[in-house]
């Protein structure tokens, strides 16, 4: 089961305000792909809310693009910077190229991607924050599942 990004806001608003601050608070991230035979692969990549979704963009034909043709399932990992003050982000889901010309016009809006590219659309199948909880004492790992809800564990 996936669920898109607006989805995930309107399901849990605080997490997904958590979340996408650390993937607006710095350019670049770490997206994690198959490669054709299985293996993993991880890739820079820049990530996009456009239209109340999550996507990602990028050079048409590249080896990441490829290979989320072949097997969206990716796992995408928010730069946490020099300290994780505002926590850890990851992302886990499935990748769907969006050749749609009215989705790919608004993205062209609000993105101005250099063309020719690759636009997709993030579904998500799980989404974790990890923070320190304020006493420093442990860990507050927060994980939304779709029709699961988030569930916080503490882990000292």
């Known amino acids: 089961m996936t669920a898109q990004w607006h989805e995930f806001a309107t399901d849990a608003p605080e997490m997904a305000t958590m979340i ?4 607006e608070a710095k350019k670049h991230h770490v997206l994690a792909t198959l ?19 999550l996507t990602v963009g990028m050079m048409f034909a590249s080896a990441k693009a490829r290979q989320l043709q072949h097997d969206g399932r990716f796992a995408l990992h928010a730069n946490p910077g020099d300290d994780m003050g505002g926590g850890d982000a990851k992302i886990v889901g499935i990748a769907e190229e969006v050749t749609d ?13 250099p063309p020719p590219f690759h636009m997709f659309r993030l579904r998500l199948r799980e989404v974790v ?18 029709g699961a809800g988030v569930s916080v564990i503490e882990r000292a």
């Not at 996408?20 to 993937?23: C, D, I, L, R, Y």
């Not at 010309?101 to 101005?112: D, F, G, K, N």
């Open 101 to 113: 010309q009215v989705a790919l016009e608004e993205y062209i809006a609000a993105v101005h991607p």
């Open 20 to 23: 996408k601050a650390e993937f």
């Open 129 to 146: 924050h990890t923070a320190l909880h304020p006493n420093g004492d442990r860990l507050i790992i927060s994980v939304w599942r779709p």
């Open 35 to 53: 490669a054709g035979d299985g293996s993993p692969r991880v890739h820079g990549v820049e990530v996009q809310f456009v239209a109340a979704e």
